[in-house]
């Protein structure tokens, strides 16, 4: 059968795009912040809708799974607060592959769990770096790791 217009024209998703979509990042990025205290979670969104500086083309994306052992608070507190500093950069950067990862990898509930338990550990290591130099110290850490990734 002929197409009395010819062939619909396609038009090339934006890079950005190209492996996911708006929609999905936001609502990846509300799982994320769900747990994460106010003032965090206004410090969070903006600094992940900003484009990523990697992309998931060049960079195998490296997603650990559910079963992951995190610490508990008591071991938490005993760390050294470089440490914390250490674990908030590493953890903000797992975040930000699992909100940029390409659809139908993770699967969408396996990526749902991975969002809300990331964001627990998050809004833990918050807390754990709030007790040991106070709020203010731990929020203008926590964005200046978020200026330097993602």
């Known amino acids: 059968m002929a197409m009395p217009y010819g062939l ?3 038009v090339p998703p934006s890079a950005r795009y190209a492996i996911s979509n708006p929609l999905r990042r936001e609502a990846g990025l509300r799982l994320l912040t769900e747990n994460l205290p106010a003032p965090l979670r206004r410090l969070f969104i903006p600094a992940f809708r900003r484009p990523p500086i990697f992309t998931v083309a060049e960079t195998p994306l490296a997603v650990q799974g559910v079963q992951r052992r995190w610490p508990s608070d008591a071991e938490l507190a005993q760390r050294a607060v470089q440490t914390l500093r250490w ?10 592959r699992i909100v940029e990862a390409p659809r ?3 699967r969408q509930a396996t990526r749902e769990l991975l969002l809300v338990a990331q964001g627990a550990y998050l809004r833990r290591l918050y807390l754990a770096l709030v007790a040991r130099i106070g709020e203010a110290a731990a929020l203008a850490e926590f964005v200046r790791v978020l200026a330097s990734v993602g």
């Open 8 to 10: 619909p024209s396609t």
């Open 87 to 96: 674990r908030v950069q590493t953890e903000v950067e797992v975040a930000r």
């Open 104 to 106: 139908g990898h993770p």
